[in-house]
């Protein structure tokens, strides 16, 4: 039975699994939707074919503009590294191109022998063209000029001198009976320099300088410093200095002298026991400014004037005349004022020897136009006007009689003072001329100095200022010159120091340049006629009458 019915079971799960409603098998519809699966199998096949293509067409077009972009890049980098190469030329030819001037302007020698050649040869212009040459007069007419005009109007020279000197010596005399021997500074004998010694000045009225020299009380002295000694010195303090003040009982305790160790209950002889005891930095603190051991120029002015007018109210009462200080921002420039209404003016500079030599250290000085001012006030001008003085004396000793280089330099000074007048003060002063005429007298014969040859030195200077103009370039007659005679006792420091170039403020400063070259054209230009006019009229002499120089 149960056989039966298991056979009967299994014949019923056989049937329901064949059955086609239940169970349909799968390749019964194969023949009948085959061409449809593969008509929609090409279809997506072609489908996906064409979005390859237009996939293959996008990575194209992407590489290629990447392509075009990094082409464009390249061309661009090579466009700069070009364009730094081109700028990193350009910038070291500039720095050749000034490393030439640098060297053309500071280390070439004097000037080209083109300077000291014929009468007849002419100069160019700042442009190149052809300048005319200067046209002086006649000798004839240039003589009368010098001889009516020029010595003439200085032939009280010597009686202004005179004046000034005396009433000076009486001036330091009453100064130093005030002064305190063991405090205050110790003046001494006044020194005349500059054109009104030389006998040269032609310029009215007749002004006297006068160096004084002074010297701090012991325990001090003072210790010059040269710039132009040292190694590395900017260019514009080359013609600079400082003094250091310093006591000569530093790191002593007992005699200033230093000689000897005393003991607590023994007196020096010497000294005296005023002079151990230390005066506590009154020097310092009276000429130094602030913590500096330096002197301090606007403190020394500031002293002197004082000192000054303290000397002349102890001697006012014994002249008919008043002193008053000519200006303000320079120590020594004092005016004698007469009763008349006459005054004479002259200059009183405190200065302080360098060492032994005749080189000064010099407060304030009257600079010219072009000067460059002092990077502090602790920098004192380096004056050469003893050793100027000097040279020249013994250069005319070697000359022939009567020679006219102070002529030459006198009729200079007089073009130069008049043009002034007409177009105002230009960079060019007198120093610049006493330096070309200088130069002049180092390297030209003495037999060339004859009287006789007036306008041929003359033309020469003016050529020799010209040439120097056009070149920004005239260095100092002592400061680099070891051109300069063994005799004269320059310090050593002075003669292998680097050339000094006064023309310097004129390669930094272009309208001051473009107004000097055209004030001195000008001069040239006006300079024959000048010279015809006042042989023909010669003025009246505006100076100090002769009754104000026997005061």
């Not at 364009?83 to 000037?111: K, N, Y």
């Not at 410093?225 to 190694?231: A, F, G, I, P, T």
Request: with cysteine.
């Amino acid at each position: 039975m149960a056989l039966g019915l298991f056979r009967v079971c299994l014949v019923v799960v056989t049937a329901i699994i064949n059955h086609p409603l239940l169970f349909p098998r799968e390749n019964a519809t194969v023949p009948e939707n085959e061409e449809e699966i593969i008509r929609k199998m090409q279809a997506h096949q072609e489908k996906l074919q064409l979005e390859q293509l237009r996939l293959e067409e996008e990575v194209a077009r992407l590489a290629a503009e990447k392509e075009a972009l990094e082409h464009v890049a390249e061309e661009g980098q090579q466009q700069n590294e070009n364009r730094t190469a081109w700028d990193l030329w350009s910038t070291l030819c500039m720095i050749l191109f000034l490393v030439i001037e640098v060297w053309r302007q500071d280390h070439q020698d004097g000037p080209s022998p083109e300077c000291l050649g014929g009468d007849e040869d002419e100069l160019p212009g700042l442009d190149g063209a052809p300048l005319r040459g200067l046209t002086l007069p006649n000798k004839a007419t240039l003589h009368h000029f010098y001889e009516h005009c020029i010595r003439g109007a200085t032939a009280d020279a010597a009686r202004t001198r005179e004046f000034v000197e005396g009433f000076v010596d009486d001036l330091l005399e009453a100064l130093r009976s005030l002064c305190n021997r063991d405090t205050d500074m110790e003046l001494e004998d006044f020194i005349g320099v500059d054109s009104m010694y030389e006998n040269w000045q032609v310029d009215r009225p007749l002004l006297c300088e006068l160096f004084v020299p002074f010297v701090p009380p012991e325990p001090y002295h003072f210790r010059p410093e040269l710039c132009c000694s040292r190694r590395s010195v900017p260019l514009g303090r080359q013609g600079y200095g400082q003094i250091r003040v310093v006591r000569a009982d530093e790191g002593a305790l007992g005699c200033v002298c230093g000689k000897t160790t005393l003991g607590d209950d023994m007196l020096c002889l010497l000294h005296g026991r005023s002079s151990v005891a230390r005066p506590g930095g009154e020097l310092e603190s009276l000429l130094c400014a602030g913590d500096s051991p330096y002197l301090d120029t606007a403190r020394v002015m500031k002293w002197f004037q004082m000192a000054l007018t303290r000397a002349w109210h102890r001697i006012a009462h014994k002249y008919e005349f008043d002193l008053a200080f000519g200006q303000l921002d320079r120590p020594g420039s004092l005016k004698i004022k007469f009763r008349s209404g006459k005054f004479m003016p002259f200059h009183l500079i405190p200065v302080i020897q360098c060492d032994d030599s005749d080189l000064y250290f010099v407060s304030h000085l009257p600079r010219e136009p072009s000067g460059e001012a002092p990077a502090s006030s602790s920098d004192w001008l380096l004056s050469f006007a003893v050793y100027e003085r000097h040279f020249l004396r013994v250069t005319s000793k070697a000359l022939p009689e009567g020679a006219c280089h102070l002529s030459c330099l006198q009729i200079a000074s007089f073009l130069l003072s008049k043009q002034s007048r007409l177009t105002g003060r230009s960079g060019l002063g007198n120093y610049h001329l006493k330096t070309a005429l200088l130069h002049l007298l180092l390297r030209r014969r003495p037999a060339d100095w004859r009287a006789g040859q007036l306008d041929a030195r003359l033309r020469e200077l003016l050529r020799f200022l010209e040439k120097s103009l056009l070149e920004k370039k005239l260095h100092h007659f002592f400061i680099g010159n070891r051109e300069v005679p063994d005799g004269m006792g320059l310090p050593e420091a002075v003669r292998r120091a680097e050339p000094l170039n006064l023309f310097r403020p004129f390669v930094l400063q272009r309208s001051l340049y473009r107004k000097t070259v055209d004030a001195f054209y000008e001069m040239l230009k006006n300079a024959p006629v000048l010279i015809s006019e006042y042989s023909l009229h010669v003025p009246s002499d505006p100076g100090l009458p002769h009754k104000a120089a026997a005061l």
